[in-house]
């Protein structure tokens, strides 16, 4: 899977073509899709713009992207964020959780304080957790939460930026948990992305395990020749020119897959 990220939190000072509007996400994946992507990981908006994770909102934003998907004949795969910034009340935010309709999966982040609940909550709820793993040091924290065997997939995440500012060589840093993950037995799906200056080495790496991956403004508005893209489906067709490249030039690891 290619997936998109349009937005995150982002707005327009970081992006004069950042999509905010439910109509200019819309408008940005119909593009997306027709360059590539498959799935897509959503920071919903309310009327304002703002971040929320209000059902009324997610469930209306979750079926209006599914309608394009079908319309551009895609079996999108529609992805959220639990973030707690965004409703930072962990009973509220459950509560919310367990509303949701037409979601797929969605990330929690192991970094949050809570993460346990909110993990529990969306496998009642029959949402998939789509584990945010930020850090080698936070794979102690998931394997102690005993979810990793319930999770349908594992987001390597990973950045020179906050809150743990990694640093070195991004894919000897993806190994690292690689390594951790298959020390656990885990066989989950993996989807490796990075930020900023890590984004594309690691969408690289990504393609080279067979992992799915992604790419969007969330991450990064730059291509991979430094210059920064017009929209997100520019981004979305530099990422299906490497995974091409990839191709052309190397094998997967053994036991792996190429994305789809």
């Known amino acids: 899977m290619l997936q998109v990220t349009p937005n995150g939190p982002w707005g327009k000072d970081v992006h004069a073509n950042m999509p905010v509007t439910l109509d200019e996400v819309l408008a940005d994946l119909r593009e997306c899709f027709r360059a590539g992507a498959t799935g897509v990981h959503l920071h919903v908006r309310d009327e304002n713009g703002a971040e929320t994770l209000r059902p009324e909102v997610v469930n209306e934003s979750c079926r209006r992207v599914r309608e394009l998907a079908a319309e551009e004949g895609i079996a999108v795969e529609v992805g959220l964020t639990t973030g707690a910034w965004i409703v930072p009340g962990l009973g509220e935010r459950i509560a919310m959780i367990r509303e949701w309709e037409g979601v797929d999966c969605a990330t929690v982040n192991l970094s949050e304080n809570g993460f346990e609940g909110v993990m ?136 792996a897959r190429w994305p789809a």
């Open 120 to 255: 529990r909550a969306m496998l009642e709820a029959g949402i998939g957790i789509d584990v945010g793993l930020w850090a080698p040091v936070e794979m102690d924290l998931l394997i102690a939460s005993g979810f990793l065997p319930d999770a349908q997939r594992v987001s390597i995440e990973l950045g020179p930026g906050e809150p743990y500012f990694l640093t070195g060589d991004p894919a000897a840093v993806a190994r690292r948990v690689n390594d951790a993950l298959d020390a656990a037995g885990s066989a989950c799906p993996r989807l490796t992305h990075g930020m900023n200056d890590w984004t594309w080495p690691l969408v690289a790496d990504a393609f080279r395990r067979g992992h799915d991956t992604r790419v969007g403004f969330e991450d990064s508005i730059y291509l991979p020749d430094g210059s920064p893209a017009q929209s997100n489906a520019e981004l979305v067709r530099a990422a299906v020119a490497l995974k091409e490249q990839a191709v052309t030039e190397q094998r997967p690891v053994r036991g």
